[in-house]
């Protein structure tokens, strides 16, 4: 059964840093690429980043410079780390199993940032 638990969200204010954790089981996790995603009030979902098995990391342009993804195989975690917050980055985050096939794709439950200005 794969499970993906995130950690590390709250309340930060403007410029502050958070970061989150993702912590994965029942999957070989050092051969899958992972994203981290986030969901405001009355938007849509949006990948933030991203990080594939060896390490390629890619980003929203709105995090860029910002936001850093990386990820420790050894303790099955991924992690977001995220600087110099803005009060637009509040949102659920959510960090996600990557797969092309949608049958594979997991989620975590979610983990609330809030931003105050």
């Known amino acids: 059964q794969v499970q993906l638990v995130e950690s590390g969200g709250g309340l930060v204010q403007a410029g502050g840093s958070l970061r989150l954790s993702c912590a994965a089981s029942?999957?070989?996790?050092?051969?899958?690429?992972m994203g981290w995603y986030r969901q405001a009030p009355g938007k849509q979902r949006e990948l933030v980043a991203g990080?594939?098995?060896?390490?390629?990391?890619n980003y929203a342009d709105s995090v860029k410079g910002r936001f850093t993804i990386s990820r420790d195989n050894a303790k099955n975690t991924v992690y977001l780390q995220m600087n110099s917050l803005k009060p637009e980055d509040t949102a659920v985050y959510y960090c996600?199993?990557?797969?092309?096939?949608?049958?594979?794709?997991?989620w975590g439950q979610g983990t609330q940032v809030t931003v105050s200005s």
């Open positions: 029942g999957i070989i996790f050092s051969v899958v690429s």
């Open positions: 990080i594939a098995n060896g390490g390629r990391t």
């Open positions: 996600k199993k990557e797969s092309t096939s949608t049958r594979y794709e997991y």
